[in-house]
Nanobody
Framework: QVQLVESGGGLVQPGGSLRLSCVAS????????MSWYCQAPGKQRELVAR???????NNLDSVKGRFTISRDNAKNTVYLQMNSLKTEDTAVYYC??????????WGQGTQVTVSS
């Protein structure tokens, strides 16, 4: 059974940092691309960062230079290092992977609030 569990969210001041973690079970992340999405209140869920099974990454333009996605295949875990956080980064952040047949699996999300 595929399961994704996010953690690491919280309340942080503008300019601060957080590291989100997504622990996967039921499959090996080494075989699949992994992504982080965010969803702010009243907005659609959008892709923040993605890392392929061979380690290639791409980020949303608004987070380039601030957020870094990485993976630890031995721990079956994907991370999102978030630096220089802004109030507009406030959202629920979700971990996602897509199976070989195109089915998306989501975690429960972790809340990130950037506020002074």
């Amino acid at each position: 059974q595929v399961q994704l569990v996010e953690s690491g969210g919280g309340l942080v001041q503008p300019g601060g940092s957080l590291r989100l973690s997504c622990v996967a079970s039921g499959f090996s992340i080494s075989r699949f691309a992994m992504s982080w999405y965010c969803q702010a209140p009243g907005k659609q869920r959008e892709l923040v960062a993605r890392i392929t099974n061979v380690g290639n990454t791409n980020n949303l333009d608004s987070v380039k230079g601030r957020f870094t996605i990485s993976r630890d295949n031995a721990k079956n875990t994907v991370y999102l290092q978030m630096n220089s956080l802004k109030t507009e980064d406030t959202a629920v952040y979700y971990c996602d992977t897509r199976s070989a047949v195109g089915k998306d699996y989501w975690g429960q999300g972790t809340q990130v609030t950037v506020s002074s």
